[in-house]
């Protein structure tokens, strides 16, 4: 018996029946160790030692391969062929190696690009060693990663308050951001103007001419940059005769681009299908993965992470003859092409993203995917087959014409650009971020010599624009070009910029929160060389030279720690004045722009007298008044009100409004406890305080009066008729009914939690359930189970998550995801262990039948109190351990 390891469980059972009965395939689930994510993981003064820890889930995995290997011949890992993969591979015969399991069991790795059944039989014949040179570039890159986060971090919560990481590459992506959005708001719009003449050939057909030269001196675009001027010409060309001094038409090709790249596969699908390039990543794994079509699961793609363009000789001739079947011989180049990446610090020479089988057509396998799924899989079908048809031929015409006038001689131009032929136009064209609006057109015909009629003139006023923010693709893009980051990682670090509210995104644009100007600023003012573009390439390329064992991955770490570490403890002795200093120094022109008028941006609105300035306070940054105490004046940190309002420890009161009953003022403040909002002034205002979880700088009106209504009724209790009230008390937001307290849980809201939710946590707070600190978790509902018609939810237990009917509690096993399980696999877990529950509760029935009779003796209860209390259903011991 083989084993065989690889990363996925739909790739482990796709394999599986490629290799027959003599193997066993395993899956890792991806990485089954990683770094504690505590001090000391990577130890710079034991040469960098790292210290690993099995995952919960990756101990699970581990158990499960020794199991296999220990009856085993070999050991075969066969993990995704890139740094990753390899990487995983290197921790599972770590791992094992820790279990004494493979003493006997030879060891072998093998890499597919492709799950198809030839390419992993091919992939058997050639096996290898594991390649230690890529694991450790994995080790540098994780072991750097590591230390500028668990070393940068801290120092960025202690000076930046609201700040929450800065990464190594992170960082520098987000300097991009900012400094694009710094370039936007500096630029100064320049005038100028066009002219376009109007004219009509004998044969009465008309075209536009462009004004591109006066008295032998050519005109540029800028060069017109007054009404004026452009008035004197309009003139002259209303008293000019037009001739044709020279028609040139040149025959001119576009070639086209090549296959995916991860790259060019994110960008173009943000740019056509509208796909975040993390969903991007998620489509194209699941269509590397394989579907079932004819009874047999097949991998769609070959694998997506790569920054090769090259296909192998079977694609392109398989790409060859479907442009021939579906377009014709044309269409077919008499060689087939070959491409080189481009990319900076490419790395990892696998194939280009495409598709396994090109006879594959999008309509053949459209059914087998979801919308999205098939969206993808066309348009990287699409752009493979267009990277091996024909150029598109184009006729470009540029027609010279004068103007003469009042003994001056001017100059026009009109370029026209006609397709002859298509070529793979017919079928793709690539996406760009920032068209520009070239009009192709067919001129008519004319020759030198012939005189034009001028039928209308046109000058128009323009201004230059700023560069455009960037959007997902066009920052991959840059980032690509600066050789900053991997491909692979693209996608993760525009999501943590996105989840730690460093940027947002508008009109699919990326614009820059002010939290995250303010981590850019500190980062520029006391880590420039660390957030440098080219620094971070450089630092690539070392990565590059340690994959290819040409330097040792610790010396790359070494100079790397000495001067970082320098820079963090002389940054750990700054002064907060100092930090304001830098700071107000480098987003003084995005927090106080100038003013229309003239007067001073800093000036305070509220004292006269005080000068505005950046202020840092316990729950992030905003704008105060050098009077301070004597002068409150606090504003959001934007000017235009754009930024991240926040409410600081000492920055006194923030104004929300006015009570629309009471007319007194509502007001966010911190106190001894934390914050709070009050109502009016006086001895005895009244106050709430913020519910846990709540960031001040959420609490608008209405949010602040919701929360100084409370506690408030939200229901009647069913037996004693009396009310149900819902309020924020000193252990957190509660349900009170009479004498009796429930918590509310993490997922409740203590503003709009309804009825039914009230009731359920008082009645099992009264019958002695709930949980200590907390109610039960109100779970996920997945739907009803057809064979009982009781409705499945999915919940958090105290010993792991748990799905439930409400009598049979089922815990999930620990492959499984409670936020992604589906209907399907709740049922089959609930009828389980109803089976494994049966003869248990057969026997256990007999005994409680016998007793039956005394009990119902006894009862004294009134009867109508029965079925309450029955309904309420108090919680087995099952139930409350979240089985």
Known sequence: MKVVVVESPAKAKTINKYLGKDYEVLASFGHIRDLPAKDGSVDPEADFAMVWELEDRGSKRVSDIARAVKGADKLILATDPDREGEAISWHVVEALTQKKVLKDVAVERVTFNAITKDAVLE??????????????????????????GFNLSPVLWRKLPGARSAGRVQSVALRLVCDREREIETFVPREYWSLVVV??????????????????????????????????????????????????????KRHPQPPFTTSTLQQEASRKLGFAPARTMQLAQRLYEGVEIGGETVGLITYMRTDGVDMAPEAVAGARRVIAKEFGDAYVPGVPRKYTTKAK???????????????????????????????????????????????????????????????????????????????????????RDDEEDEESRRLP???????????????TQHFTEPPPRYTEASLVKRMEELGIGRPSTYAAVLAVLKERGYVEIDKKRLVPEDKGRIVTAFLESFFRRYVEYDFTADLEEQLDRVSNNEIDWKTVLRDFWRDFIAAIDETKSLRMSEVLDALNEE??????????????PRACPSCGTGQLSLKLGKFGSFIGCSNYPQCRYTRQLAANGDGEASAAADSGPRTLGKDPETGLDVTLRDGRFGPYVQLGEGDKPKRQTLPKGLAPDLVDLEKALKLLSLPREVATHPESGKPILAGIGRFGPYVQHDKTYANLGKDDDVLDIGANRAIDLIITKEQGGGRRGGAAEPGRVLGEDPESGKQLSVKAGRYGPYVTDGTTNATLPKSMDKDALTLEEAIALIRAKRASDGGKKASAKKPAAKKAPAKKAAAKKPAEKAPAKKAAGKPTKKAAAGE
């Open 123 to 148: 992939a058997m014949r050639q096996p290898r060693q594991i390649d230690q040179a890529l694991v450790d570039a994995y080790l540098a890159r994780r072991a750097l990663d590591y230390l500028v």
């Open 199 to 252: 004219l009509k050939t004998d044969a009465g057909a008309t075209f536009e001419a462009r004004l591109v030269g006066a008295d032998g001196k050519k005109i540029a675009r800028l060069d017109i940059g007054q009404g004026e001027e452009a008035e004197a010409f309009r003139k002259l060309l209303e008293t000019a005769a037009f001739r044709v001094t020279a028609v040139e038409a040149k025959p001119a």
């Open 345 to 431: 610090n490419a790395q990892e020479a696998h194939e280009a993203v495409r598709p396994t089988d090109l006879g594959r057509l999008p309509a053949m396998v459209a059914r087998q995917l979801d919308p999205d799924q098939a969206r993808l899989y066309e348009l990287i079908w699409t752009r493979t087959v267009a990277s091996q048809m024909e150029s598109a031929v184009f006729e470009r015409t540029t027609v010279d014409i004068e103007a003469r006038a009042g003994g001056r001689l001017l100059e026009l131009r009109a370029t026209g650009q006609v397709v002859t032929f298509d070529g793979f136009l017919k079928l793709y064209q690539e996406g």
């Open 445 to 459: 015909a004319m020759k030198a010599g012939d005189a034009l009629e001028k039928r209308e003139i046109r000058a």
């Open 587 to 600: 987003l003084g022109p995005h927090i106080f722009p100038k003013k229309a008028d003239g007067s001073d």
